[in-house]
């Protein structure tokens, strides 16, 4: 399971709006769940009723008891009706209570015996109860999107979701991810449908009624939460890694996208076998995209599914592929959550943490280690709060196995890994991971025999690793101090833990005089120490977690001159951007703006980007500034430098850019569209509104929506009112940029305003879809709240159609209640 998360930036932007509970340690201890019986085999038949939204199925579960004689059976399956138990043509008596189903066996069964037990049953996902998290929004498990075909703008599908434990709102089984069944489905739909699952499509046989049978054949085994269907209109681009084949499910429009967006794949396959030890273990690989999914994508074994954010067309790929760290993301579960799955949702960490740190492995592989580290700088960015501080990252007590999925599970676990890593050395660590991969191939892992796994390898004992950062919380908060002897020619580097937990760890200090350092290699293991070094000239810079590997929030007292030189000497990505960060407030002094001048012919574009952000050009000493940033504005490589370059350019008064944001708009790239378009607007108004009239094509003009929509709410461009209330609710809402929150929310106010039904609609529409979406952080209620003001507004105006846009507002509201 991969989530972004959407949702902080939500609470960022309604202030107050939404309020969140703060979470209390629960005192109840989560253990895995017992093994009682165990799953062998699961054969379902399922068709789908779209009238009712519901899916009429039965079931064949094979099982056999774990170790003591059973004589019962309990399954779960949420909010189903049973209509018939049987096993070996005899009618079984059960007990439902709408969430367990309690069998009694009529037999006696031994440890190594294997028996089987038919249901017939209906699903109903609309009655499920059960709530999901941040990470998965809902937990219904079985998801019909526009089922009767009413929404011009959404195509009819049918996608599953079951992490954690939503499967069973579909199928009877044991909803637990200690256990493990291989599997084969009977799916019968609409003809003009395809289909997916897990495993090889082995049969499809058309039947009299003009609908069609797929037999979907899984042979090996993975856990409950991992079984797939996928059903819609969709186009199945083929694409193949050796012998297995890789397929991209889209709809139709995206067709000549999808290898644009998937087709890194393969390359993804062979790097992460190879890395592994382990060839990817399964017979197929394909990928498909959902509308309306309820969180990032989903690691079903063979068939992961994405949200509709995965979709890009060239403009956007161009300038980067956004959703390639999730499509590496998913593919690495296939080694760790299903090939060895964590035995209870407080391990999470054995999936969620190798899965985020697969992100860096596929970076640091494919675009070098600066690009890896700027993604992880952002990962470690999205753990640094006070919430996560309290939670170990493995959990056994919780409120909700929703709530492991978050930034201690994801991005602090990915970051534990990288700092193993470092530990260790590549070939260790890498030998560690195929031991653990093979020790418990198809079965479970926890914690323990992943720090077994590597200790056999490398011999280590990492006992001290794995308590205070397995097992324990928070991170290392250091307040580090030098003091120069001049007299002794020593400098002492004093380092303070100031928070809570007391840490251990190696660490790296450089000690720079002129550009050579001298490395030592410490140990930190009490609250207090101070570690001493000889140097012949004082140093120009004492570089302290040199290797950039620790987890932990670090306070020194480096200079303007210390920060000029970090820049100078620093190899590493976080060297630079600190040295970066430290000096913008500096730029009155000379060698602090030189240096940022220095820093926009990084060799990293990312850095190229924040010097040309931060860089003041107002500046007495900003004359080469600009000429640097001309350079990069036409010539930089990477688009989203040169479009960043174009848009620091535009602050600057005149028109003497004016060519050069016209020639911006006939690039291939999204990003410098946008730049050039909004700057154009400011000194040649006509000019860019002839360009965004020109841009017709339906799938173009919503890829380039951060480039129009602002003109279009700057010009008040009655036309696109309906585009841009469409499109209102991700640029409210779900962005940090706040420049974009505050266009959008002029453009919310303009619609909220107007006499146009079609777009007042649009806005209804999207807000009751986030409302309904978000329900459980109650979004309905601030949804409901702004539509009053709507209604209210439009109830007040003096429009003739002020009865029907005040009916279309009202009735959105009704919907919200």
Same mark, same amino acid.
């Given at each position: 399971?991969?989530?972004?998360?959407?949702?902080?930036?939500?609470?960022?932007?309604?202030?107050?709006?939404?309020?969140?509970?703060?979470?209390? @340690?629960? $005192?109840?201890?989560?253990?895995?769940?017992?093994?009682?019986?165990?799953?062998?085999?699961?054969?379902?038949?399922?068709?789908?009723?779209?009238?009712?939204?519901?899916?009429?199925?039965?079931?064949?579960? /094979?099982?056999?008891? #774990?170790?003591?004689?059973?004589?019962?059976?309990?399954?779960?399956?949420?909010?189903?009706?049973?209509?018939?138990? $049987? *096993?070996?043509?005899?009618?079984? /008596?059960?007990?439902?209570?709408?969430?367990?189903?309690?069998?009694?066996?009529?037999?006696?069964?031994?440890?190594?015996?294997?028996?089987?037990?038919?249901?017939?049953?209906?699903?109903?996902?609309?009655?499920?109860?059960?709530?999901?998290?941040?990470? +998965?929004?809902?937990?219904?498990?079985?998801?019909?999107?526009?089922?009767?075909?009413?929404?011009?703008?959404?195509?009819?599908? @049918?996608?599953?979701?079951?992490?954690?434990?939503?499967?069973?709102?579909?199928?009877?089984?044991?909803?637990?991810?200690?256990?493990?069944?291989?599997?084969?489905?009977?799916?019968?739909?609409?003809?003009?449908?395809?289909?997916?699952?897990?495993? @090889?499509?082995?049969?499809?046989?058309?039947?009299?009624?003009? *609908?069609?049978?797929?037999?979907?054949?899984?042979?090996?085994?993975?856990?409950?939460?991992?079984?797939?269907?996928?059903?819609?209109?969709?186009?199945?681009?083929?694409?193949?890694?050796?012998?297995?084949?890789?397929?991209?499910?889209?709809?139709?429009?995206?067709?000549?996208?999808?290898?644009?967006?998937?087709?890194?794949?393969?390359?993804?396959?062979?790097?992460?076998?190879?890395?592994?030890?382990?060839?990817?273990?399964?017979?197929?690989?394909?990928?498909?995209?959902?509308?309306?999914?309820?969180?990032?994508?989903?690691?079903?074994?063979?068939?992961?599914?994405?949200?509709?954010?995965?979709?890009?067309?060239?403009?956007?790929?161009?300038?980067?592929?956004?959703?390639?760290?999730?499509?590496?993301?998913?593919?690495? #579960?296939?080694?760790?959550?299903?090939?060895? $799955?964590?035995?209870?949702?407080?391990?999470?960490?054995?999936?969620?943490?190798?899965?985020?740190?697969?992100?860096?492995?596929?970076?640091?592989?494919?675009?070098?280690?600066?690009?890896?580290?700027?993604?992880?700088?952002?990962?470690?960015?999205?753990?640094?709060?006070?919430?996560?501080?309290?939670?170990?990252?493995?959990?056994?007590?919780?409120?909700?196995?929703?709530?492991?999925?978050?930034?201690?599970?994801?991005?602090?676990?990915?970051?534990?890994?990288?700092?193993?890593?470092?530990?260790?050395?590549?070939?260790?660590?890498?030998?560690?991971?195929?031991?653990?991969?093979?020790?418990?191939?198809?079965?479970?892992?926890?914690? #323990?025999?992943?720090?077994?796994?590597?200790?056999?390898?490398?011999?280590?004992?990492?006992?001290?690793?794995?308590?205070?950062?397995?097992?324990?919380?928070?991170?290392?908060?250091?307040?580090?101090?030098?003091?120069?002897?001049?007299?002794?020619?020593?400098?002492?580097?004093? +380092?303070?833990?100031?928070?809570?937990?007391?840490?251990?760890?190696?660490?790296?200090?450089?000690?720079?005089?002129?550009?050579?350092?001298?490395?030592?290699?410490?140990?930190?293991?009490?609250?207090?120490?101070?570690?001493?070094?000889?140097?012949?000239?004082?140093?120009?810079?004492?570089?302290?977690?040199?290797?950039?590997?620790?987890?932990?929030?670090?306070?020194?007292?480096?200079?303007?001159?210390?920060?000029? #030189?970090?820049?100078?000497?620093?190899?590493?990505?976080?060297?630079?951007?600190?040295?970066?960060?430290?000096?913008?407030?500096?730029?009155?002094?000379?060698?602090?703006?030189? /240096?940022?001048?220095?820093?926009?012919?990084?060799?990293?574009?990312?850095?190229?980007?924040?010097?040309?952000? =931060?860089?003041?050009?107002?500046?007495?000493?900003?004359?080469?500034?600009?000429?640097?940033?001309?350079?990069?504005?036409?010539?930089?490589?990477?688009?989203?430098?040169?479009?960043?370059?174009?848009?620091?350019?535009?602050?600057?008064?005149?028109?003497?850019? $004016?060519?050069?944001?016209?020639?911006?708009?006939?690039?291939? *790239?999204?990003?410098?569209?946008?730049?050039?378009?909004?700057?154009?607007?400011?000194?040649?108004?006509?000019?860019?509104?002839?360009?965004?009239?020109?841009?017709?094509?339906?799938?173009?003009?919503?890829?380039?929506?951060?480039?129009?929509?602002?003109?279009?709410?700057?010009?008040?461009?009655?036309?696109?009112?309906?585009?841009?209330?469409?499109?209102?609710?991700?640029?409210?809402?779900?962005?940090?940029?706040?420049?974009?929150?505050?266009?959008?929310?002029?453009?919310?106010?303009?619609?909220?305003?107007?006499?146009?039904?079609?777009?007042?609609?649009?806005?209804?529409?999207?807000?009751?879809?986030?409302? +309904?979406?978000? =329900?459980?952080?109650?979004?309905?209620?601030?949804?409901?709240?702004?539509?009053?003001?709507?209604?209210?507004?439009?109830?007040? *105006?003096?429009?003739?159609?002020?009865?029907?846009?005040?009916?279309?507002?009202?009735?959105? +509201?009704?919907?919200?209640?």
């Amino acid at each position: 399971m991969n989530f972004k998360l959407l949702l902080l930036c939500l609470f960022l932007s309604l202030g107050a709006g939404i309020a969140q509970e703060t979470e209390t @340690i629960n $005192t109840q201890y989560r253990a895995e769940r017992e093994k009682i019986n165990d799953l062998v085999h699961t054969k379902l038949k399922v068709s789908f009723d779209f009238e009712k939204s519901q899916m009429p199925g039965e079931a064949w579960i /094979t099982l056999t008891p #774990h170790f003591y004689h059973v004589s019962d059976l309990e399954l779960d399956a949420k909010a189903m009706l049973i209509h018939k138990v $049987t *096993s070996n043509g005899k009618d079984l /008596t059960y007990d439902y209570d709408g969430n367990k189903l309690r069998i009694s066996l009529g037999n006696t069964y031994a440890k190594g015996d294997e028996y089987t037990v038919y249901i017939k049953y209906t699903a109903r996902p609309e009655e499920v109860t059960q709530q999901g998290s941040i990470a +998965i929004k809902d937990a219904k498990g079985l998801y019909f999107v526009d089922p009767l075909d009413t929404d011009p703008k959404k195509p009819t599908q @049918i996608w599953t979701q079951g992490e954690t434990e939503a499967n069973s709102c579909w199928f009877p089984t044991i909803d637990s991810p200690n256990q493990k069944t291989s599997q084969e489905i009977y799916m019968t739909v609409p003809d003009q449908y395809v289909t997916l699952s897990n495993g @090889i499509l082995k049969e499809q046989k058309k039947n009299s009624d003009g *609908s069609r049978t797929d037999y979907w054949k899984f042979d090996k085994k993975h856990a409950p939460y991992l079984f797939f269907m996928g059903v819609g209109e969709y186009s199945v681009v083929q694409d193949k890694w050796k012998d297995i084949a890789v397929d991209y499910y889209v709809e139709k429009q995206y067709e000549p996208y999808a290898k644009g967006i998937f087709g890194l794949t393969p390359e993804m396959m062979d790097f992460f076998s190879d890395y592994t030890g382990v060839v990817y273990p399964w017979s197929k690989y394909a990928q498909i995209i959902g509308r309306d999914y309820v969180s990032g994508a989903m690691e079903n074994t063979t068939a992961v599914i994405h949200q509709e954010m995965a979709y890009q067309t060239t403009g956007e790929l161009v300038d980067k592929n956004s959703w390639e760290s999730t499509i590496a993301h998913e593919l690495f #579960h296939h080694w760790f959550g299903d090939l060895v $799955t964590a035995e209870s949702w407080s391990n999470l960490t054995v999936n969620e943490s190798f899965a985020n740190y697969s992100e860096y492995l596929w970076f640091e592989y494919k675009y070098g280690k600066d690009y890896a580290d700027a993604h992880r700088h952002v990962q470690i960015a999205g753990y640094l709060s006070p919430d996560n501080e309290l939670k170990d990252l493995v959990r056994f007590h919780y409120n909700s196995r929703e709530d492991m999925f978050d930034a201690v599970s994801y991005n602090k676990g990915g970051t534990i890994l990288h700092m193993l890593r470092n530990y260790l050395g590549d070939e260790a660590f890498k030998a560690g991971i195929k031991q653990y991969l093979n020790d418990h191939k198809y079965g479970t892992g926890e914690a #323990h025999q992943l720090r077994l796994a590597f200790e056999e390898v490398s011999g280590k004992d990492l006992n001290w690793f794995f308590n205070q950062w397995y097992f324990s919380n928070g991170h290392p908060k250091l307040d580090v101090t030098y003091v120069y002897s001049e007299e002794a020619k020593i400098v002492t580097v004093q +380092i303070e833990q100031t928070q809570e937990n007391l840490f251990q760890f190696p660490l790296a200090i450089e000690v720079f005089e002129g550009e050579t350092a001298k490395r030592y290699e410490v140990w930190v293991d009490e609250k207090s120490k101070s570690f001493s070094f000889k140097y012949g000239n004082k140093p120009d810079l004492v570089n302290v977690d040199a290797d950039r590997t620790l987890l932990a929030e670090i306070k020194d007292d480096k200079s303007l001159e210390n920060l000029a #030189h970090l820049y100078k000497v620093g190899k590493k990505y976080e060297d630079r951007r600190e040295a970066i960060e430290g000096l913008v407030g500096m730029q009155e002094n000379e060698l602090a703006y030189a /240096t940022l001048q220095n820093a926009l012919n990084d060799s990293f574009y990312g850095l190229r980007i924040m010097a040309i952000d =931060k860089i003041e050009l107002s500046n007495a000493n900003a004359k080469k500034a600009i000429k640097s940033i001309e350079k990069l504005a036409s010539e930089d490589e990477k688009t989203l430098v040169r479009a960043k370059a174009i848009s620091k350019l535009s602050k600057l008064e005149g028109a003497e850019y $004016t060519e050069l944001y016209k020639d911006g708009l006939s690039s291939n *790239s999204n990003a410098i569209k946008v730049s050039s378009l909004q700057a154009l607007y400011a000194v040649d108004k006509v000019a860019a509104m002839q360009y965004a009239a020109s841009v017709n094509d339906e799938l173009i003009k919503k890829s380039l929506k951060d480039a129009l929509i602002p003109v279009y709410i700057m010009d008040q461009t009655e036309s696109e009112i309906p585009f841009v209330a469409d499109n209102l609710m991700e640029g409210m809402f779900f962005t940090e940029d706040r420049d974009k929150q505050n266009t959008y929310k002029e453009g919310f106010q303009w619609v909220a305003a107007s006499s146009n039904e079609e777009a007042t609609q649009n806005l209804v529409d999207s807000f009751v879809q986030f409302g +309904i979406q978000y =329900k459980q952080y109650g979004a309905d209620r601030i949804a409901k709240q702004v539509l009053q003001q709507v209604l209210e507004v439009k109830s007040q *105006s003096a429009y003739e159609n002020k009865d029907a846009l005040s009916k279309i507002v009202q009735d959105g +509201i009704t919907k919200l209640e």
